[in-house]
């Protein structure tokens, strides 16, 4: 922790160095907006599992049922956002800076399959899923080298967090006997994002870039309910748990504003 907190006052006092700044482009505060098209991509892992107190002429025991495809669904949309950000560039050539984005989109997911095993029970499973991802928010490292005189080309790289609504219901035949669960959640997610891009200055003030992102929020639970199956036998048990793997890719256009003026005039040649 102790290395970790001089590792950031050292960036910050890199960054903020009023002996450091260029003065070229691409130097100071912004702000942005973007717009483009974004997919999404999830992996979907779902186990059942009954647990039986008494059902003759089988023992009290458990049956677990695992779904043999993990089903990869995706989703495409137009996604846009704003960013805030500052940037520095050193020695007229490399670019260091921060910047915060909030991003909106409409992504969702749906699937639905079934599963069916005859021993030792009758049991069909069958799920219908979802999952959308509402907006996402993100803190990014930029760095980046200036090609003289107008252009950036630019890494980025930080954590995001994606706000998830994840919905399932399943529908469950033990010998004939219905069962049903159904669970929606909203939930923050917290993943990592890494991209490029390249970025044009096409005023003193104004710039366009464009971009490509790639974001992985890992594998989270959207469902992990229980239920008593009293219509079975009395003490049974039916529990679904639904694990979702979430990526989602951009390629967005950007259009900045750099407050302070920027003068490529000042550029060596």
Same mark, same amino acid.
């Given at each position: 922790m102790?290395?970790?907190?001089?590792?950031?006052?050292?960036?910050?006092?890199?960054?903020?160095?009023?002996?450091?700044?260029?003065?070229?482009?691409?130097?100071?505060?912004?702000?942005?907006?973007?717009?483009?098209?974004?997919t999404?991509?999830?992996?979907?892992?779902?186990?059942?599992?009954?647990?039986i107190?008494? &059902?003759p /002429?089988l023992?009290?025991?458990?049956?677990?049922?695992?779904?043999?495809?993990?089903?990869?669904?995706?989703?495409?949309?137009?996604?846009?956002?704003i960013?805030?950000?500052?940037s520095?560039?050193?020695?007229?050539?490399?670019?260091?800076?921060?910047?915060a984005? =909030?991003?909106?989109?409409?992504?969702?997911?749906t699937?639905?399959?079934? =599963?069916?095993?005859?021993?030792?029970?009758?049991?069909?499973?069958?799920?219908?899923?979802?999952?959308k991802?509402?907006?996402?928010?993100?803190?990014?490292?930029?760095?980046?080298?200036?090609l003289?005189?107008?252009t950036?080309?630019?890494?980025?790289?930080?954590?995001t967090w994606?706000?998830f609504d994840?919905?399932?219901?399943?529908?469950?035949?033990?010998?004939?006997?219905?069962?049903?669960?159904?669970?929606?959640?909203?939930?923050?997610?917290?993943?990592?994002?890494?991209?490029?891009?390249?970025?044009?200055?096409?005023t003193?003030?104004?710039? &366009? =870039?464009?971009?490509?992102?790639? =974001?992985?929020?890992?594998?989270?639970?959207?469902?992990?309910?229980?239920?008593?199956?009293?219509?079975?036998t /009395?003490?049974?048990?039916?529990?679904?748990?639904?694990?979702?793997?979430a990526?989602?890719?951009?390629?967005?256009?950007?259009l900045?504003y750099?407050?302070s003026?920027?003068?490529?005039k000042?550029?060596?040649?």
């Amino acid at each position: 922790m102790y290395i970790q907190k001089n590792l950031l006052a050292s960036l910050l006092c890199a960054l903020f160095s009023t002996t450091s700044f260029g003065v070229g482009p691409f130097n100071g505060f912004y702000a942005s907006v973007g717009v483009g098209g974004e997919t999404l991509q999830v992996d979907d892992d779902t186990t059942v599992h009954y647990f039986i107190s008494e &059902f003759p /002429p089988l023992i009290p025991g458990n049956i677990d049922l695992i779904y043999p495809d993990s089903p990869m669904v995706t989703d495409s949309s137009v996604t846009g956002g704003i960013a805030l950000g500052y940037s520095n560039v050193f020695n007229q050539l490399f670019l260091l800076g921060v910047e915060a984005r =909030a991003n909106f989109e409409g992504l969702k997911t749906t699937y639905d399959y079934t =599963a069916h095993t005859l021993s030792p029970v009758d049991l069909v499973v069958s799920s219908d899923d979802s999952v959308k991802l509402d907006n996402d928010f993100t803190l990014l490292i930029k760095l980046g080298v200036v090609l003289q005189p107008k252009t950036l080309i630019y890494g980025l790289v930080g954590p995001t967090w994606g706000n998830f609504d994840t919905s399932t219901h399943v529908k469950t035949s033990f010998d004939g006997i219905p069962t049903n669960i159904s669970e929606s959640e909203s939930q923050y997610q917290t993943g990592w994002l890494a991209g490029l891009g390249i970025e044009y200055l096409m005023t003193d003030h104004f710039s &366009f =870039a464009l971009e490509y992102t790639h =974001a992985d929020y890992g594998t989270f639970d959207a469902v992990d309910e229980e239920s008593k199956v009293v219509d079975v036998t /009395p003490g049974s048990f039916l529990s679904v748990n639904d694990d979702v793997n979430a990526k989602t890719d951009s390629v967005l256009l950007r259009l900045t504003y750099y407050f302070s003026a920027n003068p490529t005039k000042l550029m060596k040649n």
